[in-house]
């Protein structure tokens, strides 16, 4: 979405964007570039969800939205605004010999074998699974075969509301063409995204969908930010119950009933993010169901994160954050890669 609509290519470096955009309407907009290649692969940071978003008029209008360039009336307007961003992804992949797009078990395994020890920054590879996030870009069910043939493996059917699921402030159950995009994507054993699905839709999926693997790609518990958008207690456990990985997001107004835009970023220290991880833990009795899932490309930017996290590249100090609440090393292992790698390996083809 930015670097089609707002000319933020992610090759550059967030900090060439902050130089280039400083004093322009696009940071206080967009807000403060964290999110560039370059950085990336500084911060250990090998695969990313890289999202396809597009965003309903009606919701735009209510809103006041700056995401206007990506709204859609029809689907047919979805369907070109979220294609043309996925042939970016694509020539991204193809232009960058550092990016490569996952669409099978064995590019996973290619893209993490660059970052063994032995290999250098420039050997280093960063995998992009792609994942639609709003599923009506989709036209029909059927069509879903077209967009997988494309590379898409995760879809998240809701946003706001959409054709196939009640959604963020617009509560409701699964269409019955949302019913049978879920029959469909999980005869391709697609990767469920359940993050902005309105709490009756979110249960009727847990309950319906028959693919292996479901996450929430960037969700909070509703303890820090009790609307809608985040996850009951409730409905954390039922999707650990699946097995499903949750992705925490350091974005401070998810973290926060108290914090507004505008606010110091400091107001929120990064603990707070230790401290939504470990309730996940704790209510699902587990470290397994809970990865990272920031939003960075979300229309937010480093003026919203919780004090310390500037750039994608200061993720790492979350496992900082993480040994010294005394979680171990395979634990903090798990938080930080391998939940959400075991989620990606069951959904793709060998």
């Known amino acids: 979405m930015h670097a089609v609509t707002n ?5 550059e470096h967030p900090l060439v964007k902050r130089q280039r955009e400083a004093g322009t309407p696009m940071q206080s907009v967009e807000g403060i570039a964290m999110t560039g290649l370059p950085d ?14 597009v965003e309903p008029e009606r919701v ?9 360039k990506v709204t859609y009336e029809t689907p047919a307007q979805a369907y070109t605004l979220a294609m043309r961003q996925l042939d970016y992804y694509h020539r991204l992949a193809d232009e960058s010999a550092q990016v490569r797009l996952i669409e099978r078990r064995s590019d996973l395994d290619a893209v993490l074998a660059t970052w063994t020890e032995d290999k250098t920054l420039t050997d280093r590879v960063q995998g992009m699974v792609i994942l639609m996030e709003n599923g009506d870009p989709i036209i029909e069910p059927r069509q879903f075969e077209a967009w997988y043939e494309r590379g898409v493996r995760i879809v998240g ?3 706001a509301a959409t054709r196939y699921s009640g959604g963020t402030r617009e509560p409701g159950g699964l269409t019955p063409l949302g019913e049978e995009l879920l029959e469909i994507m999980a005869g391709f054993n697609a990767l469920l995204d359940v993050s902005h699905m309105a709490e009756e839709a979110f249960y009727q999926a847990l309950d319906q969908y028959q693919g292996q693997a479901i996450i929430a790609s960037h969700s909070n518990p509703r303890k820090f930010r009790d609307t809608d958008r985040h996850l009951s207690d409730d409905m954390i456990r039922r999707l650990a119950e699946r097995d499903g990985v949750m992705g ?17 970023k400091s107001k929120i220290p990064i603990t707070v993010v230790i401290d939504a991880i470990d309730h996940v833990c704790q209510v699902t009795g587990s470290v397994a169901h809970v990865g990272i899932g920031t939003d960075f490309d979300g229309g937010f930017g480093a003026e919203s994160t919780p004090d310390g996290l500037d750039f994608s590249s200061d993720l790492i100090k979350i496992a900082d954050g993480l040994k010294a609440r005394g979680f171990a090393a395979d634990d903090i292992t798990a938080i930080m890669s391998a939940n959400m790698l075991r989620k990606l390996r069951q959904a793709l083809p060998v």
């Open 7 to 11: 000319d933020r290519d992610y090759r």
């Open 40 to 53: 990336a692969l500084i911060g250990h940071i090998a695969v990313v969800f890289s999202t396809l978003f």
């Open 60 to 68: 735009a209008r209510l809103l006041g939205s700056a995401l206007s």
């Open 157 to 159: 059917p809701a946003w």
């Open 248 to 264: 925490i997001v350091p974005y401070n107004l998810f973290l926060s009933s108290e914090w507004r835009k505008g606010d110091p």
